[in-house]
């Protein structure tokens, strides 16, 4: 079975051994790895099942101001305080809601083809994932500021709606691009929850976010591809609503948010779970032995009756022992991967 052949079955929800994993990193964490292993190339030895291409609105460097970045949508980016790898923004562009002061950018056609042709052109068995970053929500409070949003999703109902119209068909023509070229599943990435619940309730939810979600799922799945979606937080008020709408796989599952048996056991036949093992929590924190335990049984529980793909709940972030990742992985790989691989 090739690692493709792994992460379909496993979308399909059919048993699967080995479990397919990935792994990611933000920059600082694979910059603290590659320094303790003195290997700089050392993601390439991982094994991981799944390889992707990304666009998020990439970020250039702002001349004059070290630590500023701009984005293809004008979002300038300060990346000097705790978050290093994203960063904050600077102002919002949006003063007031009135979509007048602001038109997003057409989308860099030639940019886009090129980074979608790469991904089909690698030569790799693995499953194959375009990704769409800050696909809606995101983008909108990065245009607007995350509290002007939410207040204007009660204030300013109208502007929200056009606002979010506007930014669902620039996504939607990024997957008239997208669908041109070969690959297995596209990827949305919006963080709609927090600790406890969703960001800005399920009423809004479903008023605002749902209906473009949809058409968007709807583009994917009539070009044949699975449908794999990221938010950070609890969301599971609106997993019924996302099984409907045709998600196949949910990614991030935060196992100090849910209850990892429970959501198995009501959602586990429709939904995928991709990730499960905690960054918030495990990594940082726990001793080797505590992080290989612990993610043998989140293993063990989330991959009854396939429909998991293993992984840590996020890009793994600088606070990370890289003797917990070496753990991991050598659950990961029932031991093919281990702390001897690299003389360690």
Same mark, same amino acid.
């Given at each position: ?5 792994? &992460? ?10 080995? &479990? ?12 603290? &790895?590659?320094?303790?292993? *003195?290997? #700089? ?19 250039? #460097?702002?001349? %004059?101001? @070290? ?8 979002? +300038? ?19 007031? #809601? ?6 997003? /950018? ?29 696909? =809606? ?7 607007? %500021?995350?509290?002007? =949003? ?9 502007? +929200? ?15 008239? !691009? ?22 800005? *309730? @399920? ?7 749902? /209906? ?22 609890? !969301? ?10 045709? =998600? ?6 935060? @196992? ?12 586990? %036949? ?17 001793? /080797? ?10 293993? %063990? ?10 992984? /840590?709940?996020?890009? &793994? @972030?600088?606070? +990370? ?24």
């Amino acid at each position: 079975m090739t690692r493709r052949e792994a &992460v379909q079955n496993a979308i399909l929800h059919h048993p699967t051994e080995p &479990v397919p994993y990935s792994v990611f990193f933000t920059a600082q964490e694979r910059q603290r &790895v590659a320094d303790w292993l *003195g290997d #700089p190339h050392f993601t390439d030895r991982l094994g991981g099942y799944i390889s992707t291409c990304d666009y998020s609105g990439d970020c250039v #460097p702002v001349e %004059g101001r @070290p630590g500023y970045f701009r984005d293809d949508f004008g979002v +300038v980016w300060n990346r000097n305080g705790v978050d290093k790898d994203i960063g904050v923004i600077e102002r919002p562009l949006f003063a007031e #809601p009135d979509l007048s002061l602001y038109r997003l /950018p057409a989308p860099d056609e030639a940019k886009l083809h090129a980074r979608f042709r790469a991904l089909e052109a690698q030569k790799t068995e693995n499953y194959k994932i375009a990704m769409l970053g800050f696909s =809606l929500f995101e983008r909108a409070w990065t245009l607007c %500021g995350m509290e002007e =949003l939410l207040t204007y999703m009660i204030t300013d109902e109208e502007f +929200v709606e056009g606002l979010f119209e506007e930014i669902t068909n620039w996504n939607l023509a990024v997957l008239d !691009i997208a669908l041109q070229y070969s690959f297995d599943a596209f990827h949305f990435g919006d963080d709609w929850g927090q600790q406890r619940g969703l960001i800005m *309730g @399920p009423r809004c939810w479903r008023k605002y976010i749902a /209906p473009c979600v949809r058409k968007m799922y709807e583009r994917v799945r009539r070009a044949g591809r699975a449908v794999s979606q990221h938010s950070c937080g609890d !969301i599971h008020e609106v997993f019924g609503d996302l099984i409907d709408m045709g =998600l196949n796989v949910y990614q991030t599952f935060q @196992p100090e948010i849910y209850d990892i048996e429970k959501m198995k056991r009501e959602y586990g %036949g429709d939904l995928t779970f991709w990730g499960g093992i905690s960054t918030q929590k495990l990594l940082p924190y726990a001793t /080797p032995q505590e992080v290989r335990e612990t993610t043998r049984r989140i293993i %063990g529980t989330l991959n009854r009756n396939g429909g998991y793909i293993a992984a /840590p709940t996020h890009s &793994v @972030p600088g606070d +990370v022992p890289p003797e917990n990742i070496l753990a991991m992985l050598e659950v990961f790989t029932d031991g093919r991967l281990s702390a001897s691989l690299w003389g360690k």
